[in-house]
């Protein structure tokens, strides 16, 4: 199992900055990729941005050129910097786990809410 704990969500105005973190702990040896998705009210939850253990990075084109994935091995932690934020990047954020054997991502954390005001 791995457990993922999110921080760093909060209000921002438009234009402005945050930087979401995520701890993971657990079975950290059977991660393979790690990620960030969000999820809009009355919408799928949506792949924001992934980081291969390789350190490979992909994003949603709604976000590329804005934010940036990154992950620190030694401290099992991903992040994403988001820059130039706007209100349409109002959503609950979530860390999202893919373990080396496996397609999809298993193991998500609680969310985190970031919020961006016009």
């Known amino acids: 199992q791995v457990q993922l704990v999110e921080s760093g969500g909060g209000l921002v105005q438009a234009g402005g900055s945050l930087r979401l973190s995520c701890a993971a702990s657990g079975s950290i040896f059977s991660i393979g990729a790690m990620g960030w998705y969000r999820h809009f009210p009355g919408k799928q939850r949506e792949l924001v941005a992934a980081i291969t253990s390789g350190g490979s990075t992909n994003y949603a084109d709604s976000v590329k050129g804005r934010f940036t994935i990154s992950r620190d091995n030694a401290k099992n932690t991903v992040y994403l910097q988001m820059n130039s934020l706007k209100p349409e990047d109002t959503a609950v954020y979530y860390c999202?786990?893919?373990?080396?054997?496996?397609?999809?991502?298993?193991?998500w954390g609680q969310g985190t809410q970031v919020t961006v005001s016009s």
């Open positions: 999202a786990a893919r373990p080396h054997y496996r397609s999809t991502f298993d193991y």
